[in-house]
């Protein structure tokens, strides 16, 4: 019964539910505001810890990311849905991953944040949103024309095991090398001393939560791309109904908590530029579905054995990097200088994707 019960449609609600009751008390146990959980924003973080970028007010080893992948993979094996395969267009993948992150970077958050800021009352959350819907709404019309980056094939039980093991690399990192109040650097990892990439939450706290979603999300398939592609192709809500679910939950912990704050200005690492941050989620939207997953699922796949989806987190990192050494994610002040350039090129190479690799 255990085995099934997320593959149902009270499942998916459940996992959403969890994760709307979770991330606003990460946000009120130290993480940033509207950000108890972003996957684009903590992959940014951890990039920056590894000294990929030196942005000082975002650096910092998320764990909430390491434990998303081991959560997945405990759940992976513990059901025998471990599968390590790959070879399906990676370096498209890896560029794909880049430009997600770019567009993600532009808006401020992952669809996962999306939600969550507009439970916590941004509504800039809004434009971001609908840039999501419409950057998915593209990628159904290349489905329909035959879009298809390969068949990725079985592998090597070892290399299903190497973005686990970078992960699990890195929690021992953060274990080794801990944040020290008021230092920038500690051995190999850098820390933000203020800004953002300093809040957080305690880290075997965000451990456990992380590997607590993995796990469940990994049974259920749950995925914030797949919940819009599935009701614009299909007409089905399965996934959709989590998505909803989350979004409701975490607006009424927001308000249990005191953290409920309705309006445009003011809103915690946002910015209220409507037309970037609806391009930047068109943008980021498209690359998530010419990718086959949000940057969760990406995750979660990865932890069981998915080496496509793992190129595609790497990419994620990389484009994180790149946003913040170039010019191009923004802040509360507004888009980055090169970020609207960034953003027409992330949708002309999505576009040129999305043309150039379809299947009579």
Same mark, same amino acid.
């Given at each position: 019964m255990f085995k099934n019960f997320f593959s149902t449609r009270w499942g998916i609600i459940a996992v959403g539910a969890v994760i709307g009751i979770l991330a606003p008390i990460l946000q009120k146990l130290g993480n940033p505001g509207n950000m108890g959980i972003c996957v684009a924003c903590f992959e940014r973080d951890i990039a920056g810890a590894v000294g990929l970028h030196r942005a000082a007010v975002v650096q910092y080893m998320r764990p909430e990311i390491m434990g998303f992948v081991i959560g997945s993979l405990i759940a992976a094996y513990l059901f025998k849905e471990f599968r390590p395969r790959g070879g399906s267009a990676p370096i498209v993948r890896f560029v794909l991953g880049i430009f997600a992150m770019i567009g993600a970077l532009v808006f401020l958050g992952c669809p996962w944040r999306a939600m969550l800021r507009l439970a916590g009352g941004d509504l800039n959350a809004v434009f971001g949103i609908l840039g999501l819907i419409g950057g998915i709404w593209i990628g159904t019309?290349? #489905?329909? +024309?035959?879009?298809?980056? !390969?068949?990725?094939? &079985?592998?090597?039980?070892? /290399?299903?095991?190497?973005?686990?093991? =970078?992960?699990?690399?890195?929690?021992?990192?953060?274990?080794?090398?801990?944040?020290?109040?008021?230092?920038?650097?500690?051995?190999?990892? #850098?820390? +933000?001393?203020?800004?953002? !990439?300093?809040?957080? &939450?305690?880290?075997?706290? /965000?451990?456990?939560?992380?590997?607590? =979603?993995?796990?469940?999300?990994?049974?259920?398939?749950?995925?914030?791309?797949?919940?819009?592609?599935?009701?614009?192709?299909?007409?089905?809500?399965?996934?959709?109904?989590?998505?909803?679910?989350?979004? &409701?939950?975490?607006?009424?912990?927001?308000?249990?908590?005191?953290?409920?704050?309705?309006?445009?200005?003011?809103?915690?690492?946002?910015?209220?530029?409507?037309?970037?941050?609806?391009?930047?989620m068109l943008v980021a939207g498209l690359a998530f579905a010419l990718a086959g997953g949000c940057p969760g699922r990406q995750l979660f796949m990865a932890g069981e054995g998915d080496g496509d989806a793992a190129i595609f987190v790497m990419g994620m990192i990389v484009g994180a990097a790149f946003a913040h050494n170039f010019g191009l994610a923004s802040s509360p002040n507004g888009v980055g200088p090169h970020g609207i350039a960034a953003v027409i090129i992330g949708l002309l190479v999505c576009l040129f994707i999305g043309f150039t690799m379809r299947k009579k």
């Open positions: 019309l290349f #489905f329909k +024309s035959g879009y298809n980056l !390969g068949r990725s094939q &079985a592998t090597y039980t070892s /290399a299903g095991w190497i973005l686990p093991i =970078i992960m699990i690399g890195f929690s021992a990192l953060l274990f080794i090398f801990p944040m020290i109040k008021d230092q920038a650097q500690n051995g190999v990892l #850098f820390y +933000s001393v203020k800004g953002p !990439g300093a809040m957080h &939450a305690p880290v075997l706290i /965000a451990l456990v939560v992380g590997i607590g =979603i993995g796990f469940i999300a990994q049974r259920s398939r749950f995925c914030t791309m797949g919940a819009f592609r599935d009701l614009i192709l299909f007409r089905q809500m399965h996934l959709l109904s989590g998505v909803i679910v989350l979004t &409701a939950a975490a607006l009424v912990t927001n308000l249990i908590l005191g953290q409920f704050k309705p309006g445009f200005e003011g809103q915690p690492v946002a910015h209220t530029q409507m037309i970037w941050n609806f391009a930047g």
